[in-house]
């Protein structure tokens, strides 16, 4: 991989946007109105938004000569069937049951297979997915491996199943209590970390002795599959498509948010690698819920920009440089002596805030109040995955149980910010660091039942918490 001050972008700025600058004291005011919750601040009131890269990707010319090309037919639109033969090409999957986003494929996946009291087995559930089992009486059941859960320990796949522990719950609780396994790739909640193709390949085949599905959450497949060209011994000289037909072989369908590794702003897709009647079925809940089955919610103009958008999520030189944007802000974040998910993942830089805010424990949000921080210092956006993202209440005690990891994640918008953006980030967070014991925790004052992170708000506390 070339260093990063030999190497330029593998595109160039044809638009821009402006973005607005704002004074500490206007953000001192607008996260208090906010609850101090950045998911309520105005997009116009953010300098960098690190919030998510879910939907905020920069598109091409040739998408956006694609969404020229949108046919609005209600029914049997051309583009739809453009998408699907990207998916069949890339993917192997005859089957394709377009969405508006992600959760919404979560849903008719989730609408079909799972019942009250099951256990859906991952390697780390990410939140809608999690909420959508939970909204099903169902549980979530993480089961990453050990090293997957340990920021600072180097491994090159710390996204991998533990297989010895998902062979256990099947074993422990019985086909009929496990509806399928779901493999995400890349593992978003522990920083954005690949899953091996060896391993994929070893889910499959314990999930094939027992009869139970496979099925992979493919928002970041492409990501996944570079870093298995990068890590994987015998990959290296297969292409990312290659990489990508053989992993998508392993499973019987996946969901997946276009919005990541398909570089738009809206759309997604359930897709069936042969099952036509479980597709469907599918197509009874999306008619339902999101439109016809050659729209699913979204305009003609949108299928031709995934359409496009997923080749272009697929070219080398272009991941290559996505990956390694990312590994410069951690690399500089660590060279200023901040913790983080090491070594850095596919999306995102994850900032282990246990180590670097020690002072507060959970019960104080120390997540969310680094989110805060980060915001008024240099209007940076960035997301909480700790305490109230994951923690949740047991419904017996009514207690709180608190997540093993406490995260900031700085998810990076594709192809939209320079290395100079990156360098911002880390100026604010030296400056952060070196007042990070006055730093003053946070108390809940408003909690939704499910998925709460997104509309909760706080109070902050006084210094001495």
Known sequence: MPSRNMYAEPFRIKAIETIKETTRSTREMLIKEAGYNVF?????????????????????????????????????????????????????????????????????????????????LGNMHFDTTEGHILIRNAKPVNLVIPEGKQPAIHHPFKGNFDLERLEAEIKQFGRAQIPFVLITVTCNNNGGQPVAMANIRGVREIASRYGIPVYLDAARYAENCYFIKMREPGYQDKSIKEIAREMFSYAD????????????????????????????????????????????????????????????????????????????????????????????????IYVDVKRFLSHLPQAAFPAQALVVELYLEAGIRAVELGTCAFGYRNPETGEMVYPEMELVRLAIPRRVYTDRHMDLVVRAFRAIAARKERIPGLRLVYEAPVLRHFTARFEMLSFHH
């Open 253 to 348: 369908g996946c969901t997946m948010s276009a919005k990541k590794d398909a570089l738009v702003n809206i759309g997604g897709f359930l897709a069936f690698k042969d099952d036509r009647e479980l597709y469907e079925k599918a197509v009874q809940v999306q008619i339902t819920y999101e439109g016809f089955r050659t729209y699913g919610g979204l305009a003609g103009r949108d299928l031709e920009a995934i359409a496009r958008g997923l080749y272009e999520g697929i070219d080398e030189r272009y991941l290559e440089n996505r990956i390694r944007q990312v590994a410069y802000l951690g690399e500089e974040l660590l060279a200023a002596g901040i913790p983080i998910i090491e070594p850095p993942g596919g999306h995102g």
């Open 40 to 120: 309520n601040l105005r997009g116009e009131d953010v300098y960098i938004d690190l919030l998510t890269d879910s939907g905020t990707a920069a598109m091409s010319d040739n998408q956006w000569a694609g969404m020229m090309l949108g046919d609005e037919s209600y029914a049997g639109c051309k583009n739809f069937y453009h998408l699907r033969d990207a998916i069949n090409d890339i993917m192997g999957y005859k089957y394709v049951v377009p969405t508006h986003q992600g959760r919404a494929a979560e849903n008719i996946l989730m609408t079909l297979m799972v019942k009250a009291g099951q256990r859906v």
